[in-house]
């Protein structure tokens, strides 16, 4: 069903008028179903581990800027027909480097010197990170002025709570001791923070451009940015010294899990309220639960596997609330 509801979305934003106009009324019946794009995303960005594991020998900073780079360039032919339609004021073209910034960089800067710095305190930077709701949540009370009324607090707690039990078996974690701990905790609340932050910043984006737009805004200026920063820290990897598999990975990383995912998730947050796509975003726990399960043989505790269906329920009742 999901693949309907994408492939309805890409051929509406994609093919001619004519044809747009055919799956008109199609269209209009599942954008009731918009706002659950932001969890189809976050499937693909759970799914997107096992591409990067291929290439782990390839410095962090540098994936993610060819990342963005091929990205950038599988955009190029939207990018004219996309931007003249908008209007690129200081302020969108203030926001979307702030997004690509917040969102694009220091967020996965952060979680990547987290998870480094961690060692066996691995469970600290996940605990830390389900912060993030958190932030985003607050950000958007003061930037967006969005409403928190007492339905969403129930439902928003539940699915942060469950997410944590999925994580975790038998809910309990095992906290080391020492410098390492503090510092990974601290780069993961700093990662935390600035996704938070970045969602919010995303919606600001979205109430002034197209999703299509502000999908090649992010990647343009998060690859001029990540490369000044890749530069700048002296790990980048000269593009001539990659292989067949480096490049290969890549580009599906660039297009699945880089320009798809972050249409899609665009798609549905520019109909959905901050407050209520950084819950759906939730999506990326249970996932990685499953691909841990198939690819991985990993097998989780039943008290796991029951947080996973509470945190699905309460990620719907979240979306329909929008919807």
């Known amino acids: 069903m999901l693949a309907c509801i994408v492939g309805f979305f890409v051929l509406h934003e994609f093919f001619p008028e004519s044809r747009k106009r055919d799956m008109k009324n199609s ?83 952060f979680i990547t010197k987290a998870f480094i710095t961690a060692g066996a305190s691995f469970s600290v930077v996940i605990l830390v990170q389900k912060l993030q709701p958190l932030f985003a949540i607050s950000s958007a009370y003061f930037l967006l002025k969005e409403k928190i009324n007492k339905k969403y607090f129930q439902w928003a707690v539940l699915a942060i ?60 200026f998060a690859t001029v940015i990540i490369f000044v920063a890749m530069n700048f820290m002296g790990q980048g990897v000269v593009i001539t010294a990659l292989g067949v598999n480096e490049i290969s990975n890549l580009l599906i990383i660039a297009f699945s899990t880089g320009i ?19 819950i759906l975003e939730l999506a990326f726990p249970f ?16 008290s796991q596997y029951l947080a996973a269906a509470v945190l699905m329920f309460a990620m719907y009742r979240v979306g329909r609330l929008k919807a």
């Open 161 to 220: 709570i469950a997410a944590y039990f999925v994580s975790f078996k038998n809910g309990q974690i095992s906290f080391q001791t020492g410098m390492s701990a503090i510092y990974a905790a601290g780069f993961s609340f700093l990662a935390a923070f600035f996704w938070g932050i970045s969602t919010t910043l995303g919606k600001m984006l979205l109430n002034k451009v197209s999703d299509l737009s502000a999908t090649i805004l992010r990647f343009y």
């Open 287 to 302: 996932t990685g639960m499953f691909v841990d399960y198939f690819l991985y043989k990993t097998i989780l505790a039943p």
């Open 260 to 278: 798809l995912a972050m249409w899609l998730y665009y798609k549905g947050f520019i109909v959905t309220q901050a407050k209520v796509a950084t």
């Open 27 to 109: 269209l209009s019946r599942l954008r009731p179903l918009q706002p659950f794009l932001i969890s189809v995303a976050a499937v693909l960005w759970a799914i997107d581990g096992v591409w990067r594991r291929n290439i782990a020998q390839l410095p962090g900073i540098s994936i993610v800027f060819y990342e963005h780079l091929f990205g950038s360039l599988m955009l190029l032919p939207w990018v004219i027909s996309s931007l003249k339609k908008e209007k690129l004021s200081k302020y969108v073209l203030g926001v979307s480097f702030l997004v690509a910034l917040f969102g694009g960089l220091l967020g996965t800067l």
